[in-house]
């Protein structure tokens, strides 16, 4: 074995889902963020948990409204994912430009994005600072999906996630 940095050591655990949150801003107007630091922390109760960096936009909705919704997006919504991934939502509608159709979710206020492989609905039971992000624990309220779209994406390669690199990440389908 020897030593790596950072980028090396993640690009090798490639791949990981990329999931889409949904929540609401500050003015309750629905919004879209890619994310891929996602992981479940309990079975009992499900809890999932999401990192979200201090600086981002979705970060104050979220401490704001202590919901948000984790949706898995399918392969068909691979460019609108792609889209969501490059445009900050302080200076951009992203709903609007991603073309993802968002439906009521059944137990948060913050949308579901229709046709997701799996969406979960989730409330804030804790939350606390790691570093430059905030872990956000949330509680699955509510759990929906599409037995038809088993597909989902997954980041191929961890290049470009971290300060300072300039290549771009590639979202792939999930091979069964």
Known sequence: MKTL???EAFALVSPCPFTLLTSLNQ????????ISWVTRTSLNPCLMLVAIA???YSHEGIKLHREFVIN???TEQEEAAWTSRMLSGRCNDKVNKTGFELIDSLKVQAPTIKDATVALECKVVNLFTTGDHTAFVGKVV???GNKDKTQYLEI???TGFFPGMK???QISPKVS
């Open 156 to 158: 191929k390669s961890m």
């Open 72 to 74: 898995y997006p399918n």
């Open 27 to 34: 003015q309750k107007k629905p919004y879209v963020m890619g």
């Open 5 to 7: 940095t950072e980028n």
């Open 167 to 169: 290549q771009l990440i």
């Open 54 to 56: 201090h600086d981002r």
């Open 142 to 144: 509510a759990m929906r």
